[in-house]
Structure formats: structure tokens, C-alpha cells
Nanobody
Framework: VQLQASGGGLVQVGGSLRLSCAAS????????MGWYRQAPGKQRELVAS???????IYADSVKGRFTISRDTAKNTVSLQMNSLKPEDTANYYC???????????????????WGRGTQVTVSS
């Protein structure tokens, strides 16, 4: 699975950006798609995720400001980011959880796919 992300950039405090990500290749069954971010010197953290049933998870720090949406038919996911703050500055990574059938194990495996990061910088 290849994930292609776009939409990062430089924005002022209070501004908005929209990130988009498209999955391609041997997709199999994508169970969840979402966004993680990593700031310099910090661990990668979940920003938002959406499952197959459209259930969503948000980090507390972005609730009410960010909205994740997914087009299951097109295997795309977007993140609308409003009211951006300097602490939102980070490299944002698109993520997909892919469910595949392991013939040898006669069971399902859940694999993680990552896109290249896209930089979001919020200036004060």
C-alpha cells in the first residue's frame, strides 16, 4: 500500500489547512485511516483516525478544531484543520491499517502503512 499525502504548508495562528491522503497499490481491506504527527524532539502521536464504520477518534488537543473525513470507495482521507496553533506545528503522517489474510496462519494480519510526512508550520 502506498499513501500519498498533500496539503501541508505555512499558516498563521488561527488559520486553516486541509491535508489529503490517497491510498494506492495492493490495498486489500483498509480498516482505518488517519493522521499522526511528530514535532521535533517528540514522539509521534495520533491526531485523528476514522474506522470502516466511520467512527472517529481525535486527540484531545485537536477536538473541536480538526475534522477528519474519509471516502471509503476512493480510499482517501482528509483532515480539515481550523484555528491552528503554534503547537500544531509538526510533520503530519498519513496512516492506514490494512487487513490481509495470512494463508499460512489461516488468520488475518493487520498491517500499518505510512505515507511520507507533510510539514505543517503555524507561525505566531
Amino acid at each position: 500500500v502506498q499513501l500519498q499525502a498533500s496539503g501541508g504548508g505555512l499558516v498563521q495562528v488561527g488559520g486553516s489547512l486541509r491535508l489529503s491522503c490517497a491510498a494506492s497499490g495492493s490495498i486489500g481491506h483498509i480498516t482505518a485511516m488517519g493522521w499522526y504527527r511528530q514535532a521535533p524532539g517528540k514522539q509521534r502521536e495520533l491526531v485523528a483516525s476514522v474506522g470502516s464504520s466511520s467512527s472517529t477518534i481525535y486527540a484531545d488537543s485537536v477536538k473541536g478544531r480538526f475534522t477528519i473525513s474519509r471516502d471509503t470507495a476512493k480510499n482517501t482521507v482528509s483532515l480539515q484543520m481550523n484555528s491552528l496553533k503554534p503547537e500544531d506545528t509538526a510533520n503530519y503522517y498519513c496512516h492506514a491499517e490494512v487487513k490481509t489474510f495470512n494463508i499460512a496462519e489461516a488468520d488475518y494480519d493487520y498491517l500499518d502503512a505510512w505515507g511520507r510526512g507533510t510539514q505543517v508550520t503555524v507561525s505566531s
